[in-house]
């Protein structure tokens, strides 16, 4: 059994070889891929890649990538990169479509939502108190109704009906009632 590090020469060498027949021929479309996506050559230099439609590369370098528009880095850059879009602004070819954006929407101040919250509740508490005297008014009437049916006010029937006219349907029920013997029995 051979030790480890001999068969990982070894694996290596086999790699090699089977990679010889690619050596010192040009890559197929290698401008137009370099074009696309720049390089990725990572031996002990900068890994550049494509930015945004329209955006530049970044003219300034890292610690770990050279300024690529410094004068004793743009024959490093050329022998190594080779056609890359470092510095250039990407392009597509064919026109240019003009977008029509809709007009960015005004931002409110405070005191507009402050005020619109308070009158909102304001209408809300209006609308309540209506709704609230309407079913008083209704409830009144009704009772006005049992009365002259009859039944005396305080007494137990008197004080069941109150409890009945609460709801909205059973008020209903008790005015669809056309005779007044049939609303006490009702009760």
Known sequence: ????????????????EANKHFRGK???????????FGTTDTEGGPMLCVG?????????????TPDPMADEN?????DTVGRSSVGRV?????????VDSPLPK??????YYVERISE??????????NLISREEEEVTEMLHLVEQDGVPNGSELYFIATELFRSPARRA???????????????
């Open 26 to 36: 040009a890559f197929p479309f290698y401008d137009e891929l370099t074009t696309l």
């Open 120 to 129: 909102s509740m304001i209408q809300r508490t209006m609308t309540e108190r």
């Open 1 to 16: 059994m051979k030790p480890l590090g001999t068969c990982c020469v070894q694996l290596l060498q086999d790699e090699n």
């Open 74 to 78: 743009v024959d490093w850059l050329e």
């Open 90 to 98: 990407s392009q597509r070819s064919g026109k240019e479509h003009v």
């Open 106 to 111: 005004r931002t409110k101040s405070m005191e």
């Open 52 to 64: 945004g439609i329209g955006d530049r590369t970044p003219s300034c370098g890292s610690e770990d």
């Open 173 to 187: 029920s008790y005015r669809s009632i056309t005779a007044s013997e049939n609303r006490i029995a009702w009760l």
